[in-house]
């Protein structure tokens, strides 16, 4: 069994196999905390509509803020979204999306995502330096926020590497490739990544509690 052969295979199917077992985990153990019995009389209803309302409202910093926060919110939400597209916009990543899952939809233009590639890699090398410059996030950050970087930056870049057909051998590129989509696959479960699943259930829960108060957040 070459490189390939071990990343396509049996890696892949380890690393999904961590990666549905550690979001379970992860969920189920939230889903157990104890949780005290909310005896107040609602003074307004709608908690599903204050959860959206929250949701969307946080996503956005308030007008005071705006202008110290706009450079990590431009950085942040650039490798987001662009990360997104490549992923989901990609062919090849669709089709093995829908080898998985049975779920498929059509592609973006090799070119569309090669530029958002290279926006995201650049969007993620700046947030980088911001946090390694910034006194409080420098402060702030640990292992897992560096080596949640680090899983996700490899991707891309192995992935700019491959189509490139630049440093090796094209299936020793895609194999590297698809090795480190896996390692993230298998750390997003136990590290701060987790965030894109958490945080619009925290945004939404918050929402939800605002509203049933009658307060507006």
């Given at each position: 069994?070459?490189?390939l052969?071990f ?10 196999a961590?990666?549905v ?7 189920t ?12 009389v ?16 946080r ?12 450079y ?7 490798f987001h ?7 989901f ?10 080898s998985?899952?049975g779920?498929?939809?059509n592609?973006?233009p ?5 530029f958002c590639?290279?926006?995201t890699?650049i ?5 980088l330096?911001r946090?390694v410059t910034?006194?409080?996030?420098k402060?702030l ?5 560096y080596?949640?970087?680090?899983v996700t930056?490899?991707?891309?870049v192995t992935g700019?590497l491959?189509v ?7 299936e020793?590129?895609l194999?590297?490739?698809?090795l ?13 990544l987790?965030?894109?699943l958490l ?5 939404g829960?918050?929402?939800a ?9």
């Amino acid at each position: 069994m070459n490189l390939l052969d071990f990343a396509r295979g049996a890696a892949m199917k380890w690393s999904l196999a961590v990666f549905v077992f550690g979001i379970f985990w992860r969920l189920t153990g939230i889903l157990l905390l104890h949780r005290t019995h909310d005896y107040s009389v609602p003074r307004a209803h709608g908690a599903l509509l204050g959860a959206l309302r929250t949701i969307i409202a946080r996503s956005w910093p308030r007008r005071e803020f705006r202008a110290r926060t706009a450079y990590g919110l431009a950085v942040s939400y650039a490798f987001h979204i662009g990360l997104a597209i490549v992923v989901f916009g990609f062919v090849p990543h669709i089709l093995l999306i829908r080898s998985l899952t049975g779920l498929g939809w059509n592609g973006l233009p090799d070119g569309v995502i090669y530029f958002c590639a290279v926006v995201t890699l650049i969007a993620l090398i700046m947030a980088l330096i911001r946090r390694v410059t910034h006194p409080v996030l420098k402060l702030l950050s640990n292992f897992d926020d560096y080596f949640s970087w680090v899983v996700t930056a490899a991707p891309v870049v192995t992935g700019l590497l491959t189509v490139a057909h630049y440093g090796a051998r094209y299936e020793t590129l895609l194999a590297l490739h698809i090795l480190s989509f896996e390692v993230l696959l298998v750390w997003f479960p136990f590290g701060k990544l987790m965030h894109g699943l958490l945080l619009p259930v925290a945004r939404g829960q918050t929402g939800a509690f605002y509203a049933r108060r009658g307060v507006n957040p």
